[in-house]
T-cell receptor
Framework: AQKITQTQPGMFVQEKEAVTLDCTYDTSDQSYGLFWYKQPSSGEMIFLIYQGSYDEQNATEGRYSLNFQKARKSANLVISASQLGDSAMYFCAMREPRGNTPLVFGKGTRLSVIA | KAGVTQTPRYLIKTRGQQVTLSCSPISGHRSVSWYQQTPGQGLQFLFEYFSETQRNKGNFPGRFSGRQFSNSRSEMNVSTLELGDSALYLC??????????????FGPGTRLTVL
């Protein structure tokens, strides 16, 4: 069963505007971690932000923030003040720490920033 | 601190051949995970090694194997290559701690083309 769902295959955003990339997840565990990665055309996956299921506050890292709604099982990534260099694939991933399970990735969203 | 390195970056092989990919993790990281990325299937987990032992395994045939050395460097091997094995193979390293946040840092990947 798919555990991570990213419903937006592609998104466009104007430079300097904010954009939200959607991610919903499915788990029966109470303890889990959510990650967002960026993959530019070069191929390397770049870690952006982490949210633990027990974290009370939404995670923020510079221009990246996570809109975490636990009851709705959603962990949307918000990028503020978009830059041309933000154009890339973005992947949401989840890890259930119990049993050292591996990261499970969504299909990704391709973000294109327009000047 | 040096990042995760993968060699070679590009590889072209023919069906039936075998291939070995190498990954050097970030210094101090004991866990190395391998992923296969294709346009159709997305990112799929292959296996994880921690302290020279396979800790997790994805749903791939036995043609895919790996190992980890005492210095945490890891290799993965694919025998009897098939056209469908053409993909970007990503290696990720982490501390390997359990029960919480364990960020994985990815290498640039090895792009394998099977003709």
């Amino acid at each position: 069963a798919q555990k991570i769902t990213q419903t937006q295959p592609g998104m466009f955003v104007q430079e300097k505007e904010a954009v939200t990339l959607d991610c919903t997840y499915d788990t029966s565990d109470q303890s889990y971690g959510l990650f967002w990665y960026k993959q530019p055309s070069s191929g390397e996956m770049i870690f952006l932000i982490y949210q633990g299921s027990y974290d009370e506050q939404n995670a923020t890292e510079g221009r990246y923030s996570l809109n975490f709604q636990k009851a709705r099982k959603s962990a949307n990534l918000v990028i503020s003040a978009s830059q041309l260099g933000d154009s890339a694939m973005y992947f949401c991933a989840m890890r259930e720490p119990r049993g050292n399970t591996p990261l499970v990735f969504g299909k990704g969203t391709r973000l294109s920033v327009i000047a | 601190k040096a990042g995760v390195t993968q060699t070679p970056r590009y590889l072209i092989k023919t069906r039936g051949q075998q291939v070995t990919l190498s990954c050097s993790p970030i210094s101090g990281h004991r866990s190395v995970s391998w992923y296969q990325q294709t346009p159709g299937q997305g990112l799929q987990f292959l296996f994880e090694y921690f302290s020279e032992t396979q800790r997790n395994k994805g749903n791939f045939p036995g043609r895919f194997s790996g190992r980890q050395f005492s210095n945490s460097r890891s290799e993965m091997n694919v025998s009897t290559l098939e056209l469908g094995d053409s993909a970007l193979y990503l290696c990720a390293s982490s501390l390997g701690v359990t029960g919480g946040r364990d960020e994985q840092f990815f290498g640039p990947g090895t792009r394998l083309t099977v003709l």
